[in-house]
């Protein structure tokens, strides 16, 4: 056999067979896109079909306990560049934190007046119920509040209390500007005889530095002025017919009853707060597996149509 002749006919390749039925030839890339296409729409049928799978995750399961005092009516607070009330500011904030836990996170309402708790609603689920539990921190002022009066300290403990009783003792979230109206003298106020650290909890504060005027308002919510200094129970120092944020009070007692402090400042801030470890337990609930087929299917179509295969195939 001569040097320079080659045993390869025209339209043959070198191993005999013919041109473009190698690995990377016509056929083969039509059978595997066909094989990435069809399993492509085993997994869109699997993304329609959805399954779940029961898992153990932590989730936040808190019940937040609103103040609905009047003092909670003192505008010093700002959303989108204008005054509102304490109260305004802290339902905004729930609104927003609503919308932005996973779902599986559970929330219940609770109102605070006097020194009783209220609970509006069980912790429930925030997807499932978003629409319920928006309406209802709608409908949360203090033409609801029962009396005038605003014994904090009696009524964060009391609200511990609820919060053990029920099934799943989920933490405890107590939003208010602190002022103990009628003010509490040195010792005075119930005396917590619980366990430090025993529920999960959080006090957040709410209201300005600055000592302002008291709105009032009656039982249909027209207003009537200000609370005046006659009007209000004083204590030695006086100015309780004024409001600031009671920090020192909220930090004191959140140390004694082991719950955590902070100043809700930013309505955004509070979707994080709840969110944090400490207010999160570990629960069993359904993942959807829907999602991750429906991406897996396109990530196969987007490989059966482009030619980072083909690439493969030829070296």
Same mark, same amino acid.
């Given at each position: 056999? /001569?040097?320079?002749?080659?045993?390869?006919?025209?339209?043959?390749?070198?191993?005999?067979?013919?041109?473009?039925?190698?690995?990377?030839?016509?056929?083969?890339?039509?059978?595997?896109?066909?094989?990435?296409?069809?399993?492509?729409?085993?997994? %869109?049928? @699997?993304?329609?079909?959805?399954?779940?799978?029961?898992?153990?995750?932590?989730? $936040?399961?808190?019940?937040?306990?609103?103040?609905?005092?009047?003092?909670?009516?003192?505008?010093?607070?700002?959303?989108? @560049? /204008?005054?509102?009330?304490? !109260?305004?500011?802290? +339902?905004?904030?729930?609104?927003?934190?609503?919308?932005?836990?996973?779902?599986?996170?559970?929330?219940?309402?609770?109102?605070?007046?006097?020194?009783?708790? %209220? %609970? !509006?609603?069980?912790?429930?689920?925030?997807?499932?119920?978003?629409?319920?539990?928006?309406?209802?921190?709608?409908?949360?002022?203090? *033409?609801?509040?029962?009396?005038?009066?605003?014994?904090?300290? +009696?009524?964060?403990?009391?609200?511990?209390?609820?919060?053990?009783?029920?099934?799943?003792?989920?933490?405890?979230?107590?939003? $208010?500007?602190?002022?103990?109206?009628?003010?509490?003298?040195?010792? *005075?106020?119930?005396?917590?005889?619980? +366990?430090?650290?025993?529920?999960?909890?959080?006090?957040?504060?709410?209201?300005?530095?600055?000592?302002?005027?008291?709105?009032?308002?009656? +039982?249909?919510?027209?207003?009537?002025? !200000?609370?005046?200094?006659?009007?209000?129970?004083?204590?030695?120092?006086?100015?309780?017919?004024?409001?600031?944020?009671? =920090?020192?009070?909220?930090?004191?007692?959140?140390?004694?009853?082991?719950?955590?402090?902070?100043?809700?400042?930013?309505? =955004?801030?509070?979707?994080?707060?709840? @969110?944090?470890?400490? %207010?999160? *337990?570990?629960?069993?609930?359904?993942?959807?597996?829907?999602?991750?087929?429906?991406?897996?299917?396109?990530?196969?179509?987007? !490989?059966?149509?482009? @030619?980072?295969?083909?690439?493969?195939?030829?070296?």
């Amino acid at each position: 056999m /001569r040097g320079g002749d080659s045993s390869a006919g025209p339209g043959r390749d070198g191993m005999g067979g013919p041109r473009g039925a190698g690995p990377a030839g016509p056929g083969n890339r039509s059978r595997r896109r066909l094989r990435l296409l069809g399993a492509a729409l085993l997994l %869109l049928a @699997g993304a329609v079909w959805n399954p779940a799978i029961t898992v153990e995750r932590p989730v $936040t399961d808190v019940v937040v306990v609103l103040d609905i005092s009047q003092s909670m009516d003192v505008p010093d607070q700002r959303l989108d @560049g /204008r005054p509102v009330s304490r !109260l305004a500011f802290a +339902k905004a904030a729930l609104r927003e934190a609503l919308g932005a836990l996973p779902c599986g996170s559970r929330l219940g309402l609770a109102i605070f007046s006097e020194y009783r708790i %209220l %609970l !509006l609603t069980a912790p429930a689920e925030v997807c499932g119920a978003h629409a319920e539990l928006v309406a209802l921190l709608g409908r949360l002022d203090n *033409q609801i509040a029962w009396t005038n009066a605003s014994e904090i300290r +009696k009524g964060v403990l009391n609200a511990r209390e609820a919060a053990l009783a029920l099934p799943e003792r989920p933490a405890l979230v107590f939003i $208010t500007d602190g002022q103990e109206a009628p003010p509490l003298g040195p010792g *005075q106020g119930r005396h917590f005889d619980g +366990k430090p650290g025993e529920l999960r909890g959080l006090l957040l504060g709410v209201g300005g530095d600055l000592p302002q005027p008291i709105p009032k308002t009656d +039982k249909l919510g027209h207003a009537l002025g !200000l609370w005046s200094e006659a009007e209000v129970v004083q204590g030695a120092a006086g100015g309780q017919h004024l409001s600031a944020l009671d =920090e020192p009070h909220l930090i004191q007692l959140a140390a004694e009853i082991g719950f955590d402090y902070r100043r809700l400042d930013r309505p =955004e801030a509070l979707a994080g707060l709840l @969110g944090a470890a400490n %207010l999160r *337990q570990p629960a069993s609930g359904p993942l959807a597996l829907g999602d991750g087929f429906a991406l897996a299917a396109l990530a196969l179509i987007a !490989l059966a149509f482009s @030619g980072g295969w083909r690439r493969s195939a030829r070296r």
